[in-house]
């Protein structure tokens, strides 16, 4: 049986932002169409959650931060070894400025 994964109330809300500028940008096949491969991408942690390489920018938090690549996004997650899940902590464009991670 694998990890159940939960997303963070940040990280939905990175997720809705996603859908909202691609609704807007693109239209709105394309932003379920993005939002939708993020959220299959990040359910793949449920049978492997080590997939996603340490995340270096988030070394100095208390968490053990990976992420996965999804086209221009990062899937930035932590393992919650206690409860046995994986918590999806924050959804980040990459063609942003790596410092705006921090806020996670």
């Given at each position: 049986m694998g990890l159940?994964?939960?997303w963070t109330a940040f990280a939905e809300?990175?997720?809705k932002d996603i859908f909202d500028y691609y609704d807007v940008t693109a239209n709105r096949s394309v932003a379920d169409?993005?939002?939708n491969e993020l959220i299959e991408k990040s359910m793949l942690l449920e049978k492997n959650p080590r997939?996603?390489?340490r995340e270096s920018l988030l070394s100095h938090r208390p968490q053990e931060?990976?992420?996965l690549v999804c086209?221009?996004?990062k899937i930035i997650?932590?393992?919650d070894k206690l409860h046995g899940c994986v918590y999806v902590a924050h959804?980040?464009?990459?063609r942003q400025n790596p410092t705006k991670m921090m806020e996670v």
């Open positions: 159940a994964v939960y809300e990175r997720l169409g993005v939002v997939m996603g390489q931060f990976r992420y086209n221009h996004h997650y932590w393992i959804v980040f464009d990459c």
